[in-house]
């Protein structure tokens, strides 16, 4: 009984605290960001609704803090050379700065819609060319009964019209970057706002401003997005797999290998076109058909022979291989490309290598400015699974098989100055521009080691020193602009 009494006198403490809470604190609850005001708190109303305060509806993103490197990272700035450490890090911030200002736009600046506003405005997807007037849809106001009504529009990288003057109507600064429109009838006003257009005075081909729009206490801002349209560029895939992709390898040293890739790839493809890249001490003509066999001076390196061979390619994909690779029933190309035309945002598709699919996600954190970010490659990471192709999933990089746009890669690029071991290396630098998957159900075969004559010297190019290691790190920390990389 005693036990029972206890349990009830609880659980009506319980209800009171919990009462107390959502009655003192709730208000805290789900705030908007703390933003200065832009004028003085006072009540007034507006088309019947009531508001306590008005705020600033656009602020300048925060800058992000310092990020934190795990315990097994490498400390990139650790890795200069001691007398230049100084001088790099202060060349690293002046480039990150104007970096930052060819990469930032107006555009990233947070907007907020506050309650109650009386105002319409067009929140996104209005575009207009450069130098070219263009009517700014939407806007509008809705307000109660007023003597007058008066409206301000201002822009900061263009000028704003409208249509001759009504004679119920005033209009100041049209032409300007300042449009004032007031009016006693409230569909007049409107009806001139409908005509209102913005017409940008600077050439850009991808830049914004931000439009803002104010009626007595109360204020919107709405982006402007200025953009030069693009020449679409199409690739006429044909109607086989001969005009849809390019096989692409870069040898070094490794004729016999490469010449069991071709063999196997003709077994299966016999008309599709291959693009090798060769940088070999002593270079070997391959004359086969449809090969294009590139000469490049001798060990230029890993990514400077990717960039040569991709650079060639006419075709709307292209199938990276191995010169050790070997095609095999289970290598189809005509499935990767499936993935990709059903997936048009997709860039790059990898297979997997002797049934090995590794693949692997990186975890980008900004960091502070003048410190850096920091990034964590995480082996076998991955997102969540392709729509309708199960097999397949998102990720950030792949192996060395895959598929990929043509287009979208030859944007990124391969870094020459990496020539030995690279791979990660060029999905960090197409983080955030391309789309990645990985699928299990395409995969290629690899050719067993054997001990030729030109082994040794093979291996002495093949595996870095501590010397490309630690440049590696180093072009990390500048190009970059990372404070620590995490493998794991």
Known sequence: MFFNRFQLLFAVCLMILMAFYFIDFSKYRGEPPNITPTTPERSHSSASLSYSHVSRSSVTRPLPGSCICPQDSYILKDHLPKEQSEELKQRR????????????SVLSR?????????????IQGYTVQPLTSTVIPALGLHAEKRK???????????????????????VKGSGENKLIIESNNLVILNNLLAKVSYTSTIYHVNTGDL?????????????????????????????DISSQVTITTKTFLRYRELKVLLDSIRKFYNNIKVII????????????ENILHYIMPPAQGWFAGRNLAVSQVTTKYFLW????????????IEKLVEVMEANPELDVVGGAVEENQFYFTLIYEEGKENEGGCLYRKSQGKFHSLPGYPQCFLTNGVVNFFLARTDAVQKVG?????QRVAHSEFFMDGLGSLLVASCSHVSIGHQPKTADSQSS???EYRHPGENDEEFKLQLHFYKNNLKCITYG
Request: glycine share 2%.
């Open 110 to 122: 947070l907007l907020f819609a506050l309650p109650n506003s009386p105002l319409q405005y067009p």
């Open 93 to 104: 911030a002046r480039e990150f700065q104007l970096n930052k200002n060819r990469t930032t």
């Open 414 to 418: 391969f870094d020459p100055k990496l």
């Open 148 to 170: 007058s009504y008066k409206v301000v529009l201002s822009v900061s990288k263009g000028i704003l019209t409208t249509e001759i003057q009504h004679q119920d109507v005033t």
């Open 211 to 239: 439009a803002t729009f104010q009626f007595e206490n109360h204020e919107a801002v709405f982006p402007i997005a200025i953009k030069q349209p693009h020449i679409p560029v199409l690739y006429d895939i044909g109607t």
């Open 457 to 459: 010297i093979y291996d």
């Open 277 to 288: 890249a060769d940088d070999s001490l002593e270079p070997e003509p391959i004359h086969r």
């Open 321 to 332: 291989v191995d010169d050790d690779f070997v095609f095999t029933e289970k290598t189809k």
